[in-house]
């Protein structure tokens, strides 16, 4: 079985949901990821899904990419937050519920990781009763989210080793890991069990996937299927073409496999 298509709605903001949605059924992309649980439900009547939401955070931007669990002061608010918004996933039919490492902030890479790992390792078993994975996205540092710190592979795939549960799993991102390390093919044909999700844009830029850029995506999407990975690839490029529509759609020709 081949992995499903899906398109992140950040992305695509100008356009209201349902006519997003539209799109989607038309050109055959079965999920809309980064929505809210609420957000989730408007979709449902399209046929769609979200593979993944998007993050909770409370009134002082807590549970965001620069404030998450890196920092054992953030665990009690954040286990707050996921322990109401991981049901409401769950009820909303959303498979994957994203979450962040936080900025470094001076942290030790090492330290970083111990933390991270005790402020998740309460959600695992709510996880486990709603059938919910937790997925923690790699992020460059280099241009996007300086001094974010689940900034490469090798980093993200300790943390999910030390907790050494499928509940907890990594969202890799092509565009953020080609500008930190690049090696995405390899990445994925050597450590796939890793990766629970994918998101796609082109470099440099974070636009379309045609010839601007320097990723040749048919390539990198045969190797995501032949680790036989059933789960999503999203796009998650900012459109510059005056028809988005266009763009989308290009995108999903150039990621379909055969």
């Known amino acids: 079985m081949a992995f499903s298509h899906s398109v992140c709605r950040w992305c695509f903001g100008e356009i209201p949901l349902l006519q997003l949605a539209d799109w989607c059924v038309e050109m055959g992309i079965q999920g809309i990821d980064l929505l809210t649980p609420s957000e989730t439900l408007k979709i449902k009547g399209h046929g769609l899904v979200c593979p993944v939401s998007t993050f909770p955070q409370d009134e002082n931007g807590l549970g965001c990419i620069e404030k998450a669990f890196n920092k054992p002061e953030h665990h009690a608010p954040l286990l707050e937050l996921y322990q109401k918004w991981i049901p409401e996933a769950a009820e909303a039919g959303i498979s994957n519920v994203i979450v962040f490492s ?51 592979s090798s980093w993200g795939i300790s943390l999910r080793e030390k907790l050494d549960s499928e509940r907890f799993g990594l969202l890799y991102d092509i565009y953020h890991m080609q500008l930190m390390e690049g090696d995405v093919i390899a990445t994925i044909k ?18 379309e996937l045609d010839e601007t850029q320097e990723l040749y995506y048919p390539a990198i999407m045969k190797a995501i299927q032949d680790t036989q990975f059933e789960g999503f690839v999203a796009q998650e490029f900012k459109p510059t073409w005056p028809d988005q529509k266009a763009a989308l759609a290009d995108a999903i020709k150039r990621c379909s496999t055969k």
């Open 102 to 152: 936080g900025n470094r902030d001076g942290l030790s890479d090492q330290e970083g990781l111990e933390n991270c790992a005790s402020g998740l390792e309460p959600l695992l078993d709510l996880a486990e009763k709603h059938d919910i994975k937790l997925v923690m996205e790699l992020l460059n540092s280099k241009v996007d989210h300086p001094d974010y710190q689940c900034d490469f």
């Open 190 to 207: 050597n450590y796939s069990q890793h990766f629970f999700h994918y998101h796609t844009a082109g470099v440099p830029g974070r636009h």
